[in-house]
């Protein structure tokens, strides 16, 4: 067992740190923790450098199970993608062709990778 407090005012920002003193951290195939703890700066510590599994939720993986999520025509995620051109269509049939990558760097000095798409002036319908 092992514990440790942390003042900072979000768990995301402790599990790595408290990780690290864990002496028997190596012994376990994979690190358990709750949606709290999910963040693409874990994730990638966890997988990349502890080389272990990670098994923790994402801040809105419960939200987006939920049938009126999968609905909402609002969200990218419930757009029809097309993967060999890479655009989406959005439910009015506009098209958002692929536009560019961007960086962004957090305040920790974490950067994350993004797509930007665009929105194309002709419809599909």
């Not at 900072?8 to 949606?35: E, S």
């Not at 999520?69 to 993967?83: F, G, I, L, Q, T």
């Not at 760097?105 to 990778?113: A, E, I, L, S």
Request: charged share 35%.
């Amino acid at each position: 067992m092992a514990y440790d407090i942390f003042s900072n005012p979000t768990d995301t920002r402790t599990l790595v740190p408290f990780l690290r003193t864990m002496a028997c951290r190596p012994m376990f195939k994979a690190i358990v923790a709750d949606a709290g703890y999910g963040s693409e700066y874990n994730y990638t510590v966890i997988y990349d450098e502890f080389e272990q599994d990670a098994l923790i939720p994402y801040n809105t993986m419960e939200r987006e199970l939920k049938r009126r999520y999968r609905n909402d025509p609002k969200y990218v995620d419930n757009w029809e993608y097309h993967e060999q051109d890479d655009y989406y269509i959005d439910p009015q049939g506009v098209r958002f062709d692929f536009k560019r990558y961007s960086k962004r760097q957090d305040k920790y000095g974490f950067v994350r990778n993004f797509k930007v798409y665009e929105a194309n002036a002709f419809r599909k319908r």
